[in-house]
């Protein structure tokens, strides 16, 4: 008898190895997929301007990126002792109006150069609800905790999104038509919208990237909303919060990535990576014992092999 509802995902085509640059952008769940890719030493980069959820979003900065926008005064707003910009996580807010502006300038200029650069785009949305400015009727990536009164809270309907992911494509197409863009919708459920609103959110993004993925665009999707909704179906997969994936199941949905997305040819090289990175974080009961010295002598071999062979560094 079989218990769980395990997805068919077949291997791609022009997969993910060690030569490959990848971009990542989008909502939290991003950032656990990236943090995957930066411990086995693959080249990527990882959200810029922070955690970015909806298409509108993700839209504005891969425009500002193409058209080098440079960042002024105009751009950012001081609240609660601090600096921040609509269009990016409050991650980036700053003490110092100077330094914010720096920062968002820098970021835009190294998106603009990953752009051109990047053989993999993989976008994880998490929301279709926005948040329009009233004063400015414009929809803002982060409110940064502005009483809510200010804002407008909208639902982008299935045509809205639509029309910002067929944007996103064509724009990151115009710079680098050979690119392969892997999109996805994160698993993590926005409760605070409501349990439907949550679902109608997902729905709507979902239906909208199916209507325009397909392989004569080299764009592709990832089903990770779905491994976690029906394949890891089990309060056991989250965290204490009974939202976000635990580490299990964040684990579990990686490795359905790695062996969807990742070249075989790469798996032996991870392997190596992965031993130094567990000896990397040993802890030894006693750090002067000859066996533990013997054992930081071999680890650093096995990294300046690596080092000499891939030009991979820890």
């Not at 990953?114 to 400015?136: A, K």
């Not at 905790?145 to 064509?170: C, G, P, R, Y």
């Amino acid at each position: 008898m079989n218990f769980r509802t395990q997805i068919p995902i077949n291997k791609t085509h022009n997969q993910i190895d060690y030569d490959s640059n990848l971009l990542l952008l989008g909502s939290c769940f991003t950032k656990n997929i990236g943090s995957k890719f930066e411990y086995f030493k693959f080249q990527n980069f990882i959200n810029p301007f922070g955690i970015l959820f909806h298409p509108k979003a993700i839209e504005k900065l891969i425009t500002d990126s193409i058209n080098q926008k440079e960042y002024t005064d105009a751009d950012v707003f001081f609240h609660n002792e601090r600096w921040h910009s609509f269009d990016a996580h409050s991650d980036l807010s700053n003490l110092s109006k100077k330094m914010l502006l720096q920062n968002l300038n820098d970021a835009t200029a190294t998106m603009h150069q990953q752009l051109n650069n990047t053989s993999h785009l993989i976008i994880t949305f998490g929301t279709s609800w926005v948040y329009r400015q009233i004063e400015s009727d414009t929809i803002v990536a982060n409110c940064h905790k502005i009483t809510q009164k200010k804002f407008l809270k909208e639902l982008l309907t299935v045509d809205e999104n639509t029309e910002s992911i067929e944007n996103i494509i064509a724009l990151v197409k115009s710079v680098n038509p050979a690119i392969e863009i892997i999109f996805t919708v994160s698993p993590v459920r926005h409760l605070k919208d409501g349990f439907t609103e949550n679902s109608l959110s997902k729905a709507h993004l979902i239906s909208a990237i199916h209507q325009v993925i397909g392989p004569r665009n080299h764009t592709h999707y990832f089903p990770s909303f779905e491994i976690m909704m029906d394949d890891l179906r089990d309060y056991r997969f989250y965290k204490s919060d009974m939202i976000h994936p635990n580490e299990t199941a964040i684990e579990y949905i990686w490795n359905q990535f790695k062996n969807t997305w990742v070249s075989d040819n790469s798996f032996e090289l991870m392997d190596k990576i992965d031993t130094i990175q567990k000896g990397l974080t040993h802890r030894p009961f006693n750090k002067e014992s000859e066996q533990h010295q013997l054992f930081l002598k071999n680890l650093q071999l096995k990294i300046e092999a690596l080092k000499s062979q891939h030009n991979i560094t820890f």
